[in-house]
């Protein structure tokens, strides 16, 4: 059960990284010939909603060793920031209509719902910035690579907040196996061997079940920064360099620099403004 635990979720991992690259591709391609202002601004504002879309699931997945709540992380601002804090029972109005007050971790998984909402607005605005407007079978193709990113997601909350098995399953199968290894060396005491064939017996018995009850707490959570766990944010960043890379291809460094400067984290050092003015100088140059 922990090992299929930990397949799923290394597959909603890969859904949420991989349509999240597909979305900025197939929206840079599809309206590449355009290259207006407007054109521009609203495949940056594309890119930029679907980095923030991915990090603020990876938010949620690692909420429970980072305790950082997606409305709190350092990339989200601006008016789609405000749009969120709005929906949000702790910083909105959403608490007027809501049947009971909802904990911090309840709304933590809403937002990343909330903000594919957005993403999927900002895409059908393309009506309003495009010379030639995305046709039906266009904007499908969008909305089925937001569905998949979001179908990730929601996989990873069944696994984040549901868990793998029901508690008392979990609990007395490792009381079954916590007694097995205790009554094993009263089970060949009657074995002819000898004490050391008996001792070795018990040892590598009990190193064995021991090391497989520690792999499987392992496997069944793998979240969080323990070595052994999924990197979710340095895997979404990597993500969000080939979204930089797409916008630069399609519209220019100058474009790709503007989505990256949203995206920047607060642990980020004066290492990358130096290179931000070099790269402008270089651009000038």
Known sequence: ???????????????????????????????????????????????????????????????????????????????????????????????????????????SYRTPAYMAYYLRMAISDNKKCLTTPCNPQTMTRFNGLIDGLMQGYQGQIRLVGLGFAPFPMVQISRTMMFLWVFSLPFAIASDSSSSIAHMLCVFFMTYAFFGLEEMSKQLEDPFG?????FDNLGLARSVMEDVFAIIDIIDGTDWALKVRDKMRSGDEDRRYSIHICETKHLLGA
């Open 1 to 107: 059960m922990a090992l299929n635990c930990y397949h799923e979720a290394r597959d909603n991992l890969f859904k949420m990284l991989a349509n999240t690259r597909e979305i900025v591709s197939s929206v840079s391609i599809a309206t590449k010939d355009d290259q207006s202002q407007s054109a521009k601004e609203w495949r940056n504002e594309v890119a930029y909603y679907s980095c923030l879309l991915l990090r603020l699931c990876m938010a949620v997945c690692d909420y429970r060793d980072d305790k950082i709540v997606p409305w709190a992380v350092p990339e989200l601002q601006g008016k789609i920031k405000v749009q969120l804090l709005m929906r949000n029972q702790f910083k909105g109005h959403s608490r007027k209509w809501a049947y009971r007050d909802r904990t911090e971790v309840e709304e």
């Open 225 to 229: 920064h323990d070595d052994n766990d």
